[in-house]
């Protein structure tokens, strides 16, 4: 699939409009064509003609536009659109498409037309974390609308947190990013796994899923089919994205030998606890003794496993290390017959577990690569770029 060539943006009324006349400008750079719609309220923010000054179309804010709708009718507008980016998107603007009103020019048009649905919020932080606007934007994910943003920072209001408008280079790159996976199925574990002590207990570790999501979400946003086992996450769901939640290692394995068929490629990423309880106790245990000693039995290796199998896709292991990372790395690409494996630190401040920025070195049979500390988006970004390369050159092999 293409970028969109045909994108209708939608300006809603918030300060950072002033940021869509750069977006728009952008998208044009792009080659793509671009008509503006305002919401009535965005109009008394920023004016309609600095839109068509940038877009060299009409830019239109009223469903009652005669002259507007005699160029071409809010339903052809609708048709037109290949993607409907909105850019500011309000609180307010996300709760009445969440809802399904048509009560102006944009939202009748969102609603009458079939083309995706992209979503940039900005909006005080407080707007963003309520209850609500979260529901409606999740809402609206369901139905297929993809969110860019909003980025964490200084806030118009002053304030400080997540809301503001990704910048306009960001959303260009998301809306015209290459579609370099398409037909592509990808099977991806991510999380940790719990092991149950007692009905109240269990043994589990410090993996958040990021580096997993992020990895699925990236992968979906390039045209792959993405299927997500994840283990216990505080973490939503990727656009586009089909989740399956277990709680242990061997709930994982056998949701990873169900769905492992007809995949082209298994990136395990999950947090696989290596060892279980020997024995699951019904009842919670009660303390009184001194001490205890609790008796381990191993987990199955789900990558070693699907390994093994007679056909087996394009396999990506993560090696998490707190100490002799390439040589150890270096073993378990050999030990697990591998054909890429990404190894991070772990227990360092501010990257690998449970952290927003990661690091990796990409081991494979006879070369690797470093990608740098950054945010674990740009890291699935490049993991999945040297991906695609190993699967070319194993083709063409
Ligand atoms: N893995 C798995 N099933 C397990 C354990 C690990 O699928 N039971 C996967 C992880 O998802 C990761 C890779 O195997 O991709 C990690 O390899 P492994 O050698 O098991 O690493 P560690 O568990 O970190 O090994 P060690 O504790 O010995 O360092």
């Not at 507007?68 to 498409?97: C, F, K, N, V, Y």
């Not at 009103?101 to 995706?116: G, N, R």
């Not at 191993?298 to 087996?312: E, G």
Request: hydrophobic letters at 50%; charged letters at 25%; aromatic letters at 4%.
């Amino acid at each position: 699939m293409s970028p969109p060539q045909r994108i209708l943006l939608g300006v809603g009324a918030g300060i950072a409009a002033y940021k869509s006349l750069e977006l728009a400008r952008r998208l044009r750079e792009r080659g793509a064509e671009v008509r503006a719609v305002l919401s009535p309220r965005a109009r008394r923010l920023i004016a309609p003609l600095a839109f068509q000054a940038v877009t060299g179309q009409r830019a239109r804010f009223e469903l009652w536009d005669e002259e507007g709708e005699a160029g071409m009718s809010h339903i052809e507008l609708a048709r037109w659109a290949e993607a409907i980016l909105l850019a500011p998107a309000t609180a307010d603007l996300i709760a009445r498409l969440a809802h399904g009103l048509a009560d102006d020019l944009l939202t009748t048009v969102c609603l009458a037309s079939e083309a995706p649905l992209w979503i940039a919020p900005a909006m005080n932080r407080t707007m963003w974390a309520h209850p609500a606007t979260q529901n409606n934007v999740r809402l609206l994910q369901t139905r297929g609308a993809r969110l860019l943003g909003p980025a964490s920072g200084a806030q118009a209001c002053g304030e400080e947190g997540p809301g503001r408008m990704l910048e306009p280079d960001e959303i260009v790159a998301a809306l015209c990013a290459p579609q370099a996976l398409a037909g592509l199925r990808l099977l991806v574990t991510a999380g940790p796994t719990f092991e149950d002590i007692d009905p109240v207990r269990f043994i589990g570790n410090r993996s958040s899923g990021r580096m997993g999501f992020a990895i699925a979400a990236e992968a979906a946003r390039q045209g792959a089919r993405v299927t997500l086992i994840s283990g216990p996450v505080a973490l939503q769901t990727p656009i586009g994205v089909r989740r399956i939640d277990v709680r242990s290692a061997r709930e994982m394995l056998a949701a990873v030998l169900a769905e492992i068929d007809d995949q082209d490629v298994f990136v395990a990423a999950a947090a696989v606890a290596d060892y279980r309880p020997r024995e699951l106790a019904e009842q919670k245990i009660k303390k009184g003794m001194a001490g205890m000693n609790l008796e381990l039995e191993a987990n199955p290796d789900i990558l070693a496993t699907v390994a093994d199998l007679p056909r087996r896709p394009f396999l990506v292991g993560f090696a998490a290390e707190t100490e002799n990372l390439r040589a150890n790395a270096m073993a378990k690409l050999a030990a697990k017959k591998l054909d890429l494996i990404a190894a991070n630190w772990v227990g360092r401040p501010g990257q690998g577990f449970d952290a927003e920025e990661n690091a990796l070195l990409l081991l494979w049979p006879g070369g690797e690569r470093e990608i740098p500390r950054m945010d674990k988006a740009e890291v699935a970004r490049a993991l999945l770029a040297t991906m695609v390369e190993r699967l070319e050159s194993r083709a063409s092999a």
